[in-house]
């Protein structure tokens, strides 16, 4: 199993930005589909957005679409989601997920084996 810390959540105005990253350790990321969910209390964990283990194909929630990006970098064993043009309704903890599925995205939680501890956004109107 590989292990994921997630870092950069916080506090931030509205449309302000931040960017989460997470790190992997225990296996390389390279072979892994990544995923970000988020969840807020007595709701269900919620897909974000995910990116293929080559990087080349990405998929997004339409409530993020055109304000957050998911990228990676295999080298350094690490996957980011910028959060930009953030809104209150964007404040959730945040977690990383990993799962072997091929070089395709996933948006089903239940598909993901490995996720990190997760790291809260809160953003204040």
């Known amino acids: 199993q590989v292990q994921l810390v997630e870092s950069g959540g916080g506090l931030v105005q509205l449309g302000g930005s931040l960017r989460l990253s997470c790190a992997a350790s225990g296996r390389t990321l390279s072979s892994y589909t990544m995923g970000w969910f988020r969840q807020t209390p007595g709701m269900e964990r919620e897909f974000v957005a995910a990116i293929s283990w080559r990087g080349g194909s990405t998929s997004y929630a339409d409530s993020v679409k055109g304000r957050f990006t998911i990228s990676r970098d295999n080298t350094r064993n690490m996957v980011s989601l910028q959060m930009d043009s953030l809104k209150p309704e964007d404040t959730a903890v945040y977690f990383c997920?990993?799962?072997?599925?091929?070089?395709?995205?996933?948006?089903?939680?239940?598909?993901?084996?490995?996720w990190g501890q997760g790291t809260q956004v809160s953003v204040s109107s």
């Open positions: 997920a990993a799962a072997l599925l091929g070089d395709s995205w996933e948006r089903r939680p239940g598909k993901y084996a490995s």
